[in-house]
């Protein structure tokens, strides 16, 4: 059975600039409402070099989608030993479980990736 759904809210995301080579637009539960589940979060990323360090996950996934029209892909990395090259039009999925390092960054350090 198929079930019908409808455009509920088009919102305009803020662009924010976290240093020199991040841009983000975040959708979070007070931009587009309710029907974004607490547990979920969804930023745009255009990135140019090495943002964050590794940092810990726990508890969640974290999914990483490389726009196709992205020039370079990210290289992922992680402290279960897991190192790949997320192309785009690439999804790669980390389960942090009870929790691990995590690292992505552009695979070439000025050109631009959307994330």
Request: hydrophobic share 40%; glycine share 10%.
């Amino acid at each position: 059975m198929t079930r019908t759904r409808n455009v509920h809210t088009i919102a305009r995301l803020r662009e924010q600039h976290l240093g020199e080579r991040l841009m983000t637009r975040d959708a979070q539960t007070g931009v587009v409402g309710a029907d974004l589940d607490p547990f979920i979060m969804v930023s745009l990323y255009a990135m140019r070099g090495p943002t964050f360090p590794p940092h810990p996950h726990a508890g969640f996934m974290v999914a990483t989608y490389i726009l196709p029209e992205s020039r370079v892909g990210f290289i992922n990395q992680d402290s279960l030993g897991t190192r790949n090259r997320i192309a785009p039009g690439a999804l790669h999925i980390t389960v942090a479980g009870r929790g691990v390092l995590h690292e992505e960054q552009p695979e070439i350090d000025g050109d631009l990736v959307l994330r």
